[in-house]
């Protein structure tokens, strides 16, 4: 096992930067909003800053490279822009979890969810140097749906008190729950399943130890599965709130 090397200021900036961007949502962007909601929406802030910026930084990522290198693999090592975007995910991760510990401590699904993600991405980016490739597709895929699904979370903290709102939150509930469905019930878990082939017919070789492919594994997994729920859950709510409004007319 190697021993985690931090010899860029890549990570310490994009912490700065996040805490930035926090206490600028917090004291400034939402400073006359509830209290329970103004932290939540900070929250919803630091996402928005970090999801779609990172779906381009992986994009441009894992489509650089020189022509003299073969085409990556599940295993192949991280390079500089995957170790880049893994520090980016990482001060991300990091300062939303100190957000949850601070006003949200009881909130113990995404507090694992965070750290088990860090757990993923810090062994990756420091101690196994290897398998960003596949990691880099996942986070494409987690945080493809990102701007939407804050923007529609945001829509909702203030439906009850602001028309607009309201009527954000209701017409982007259909086409965002379609979106999030195709990518993390369908091709996200596709994408997984080969990962997992690769993985459990030992085509990693020695580049990624067994403890660490397994337990990315499980964290993915995982991570998928609650997703998938999540999203059942909100089509639920969706069809009876479509059907007490039928009702209604």
Known sequence: MGIPSFQTLTLPTF??????????????IFHNWDPKHRAEASSCFISLTHG???????????????????????SSPNTFLHNTVLEFSISYFSIDLLHYFIFFPNDTLFI?????????????????????????????????????????????????????????????????????????????????????????N???GDSIPVWAWVSWMIVIVTAILISIVWVFDHWIDWFKRRKAMSKLA
């Open 202 to 204: 030992q085509m990693a």
């Open 52 to 74: 779609t910026p990172a779906v381009f930084m992986a994009i441009h990522a894992l489509t650089t490279h020189t022509t003299k290198s073969p085409s990556p693999t599940f």
């Open 112 to 200: 694992l969810h965070h750290l088990a993600t860090l757990y993923v991405f810090f062994t990756c980016r420091f101690i196994v140097h290897h398998g960003s490739f596949a990691l880099l597709v996942l986070l494409i895929l987690a945080e493809i749906t990102s701007f939407c699904q804050n923007v529609w979370t945001l829509a909702g903290y203030r439906k009850a008190d602001l028309p607009v709102a309201g009527k954000v939150f209701d017409l982007m509930s259909l086409p965002f729950f379609a979106f999030y469905t195709i990518v993390r019930g369908i091709i996200g878990p596709l994408f997984v399943y080969k990962m997992g082939v690769f993985y459990i």
């Open 15 to 28: 912490f700065f930067f996040f805490v930035s961007s926090y206490l600028l949502a917090y004291f400034r």
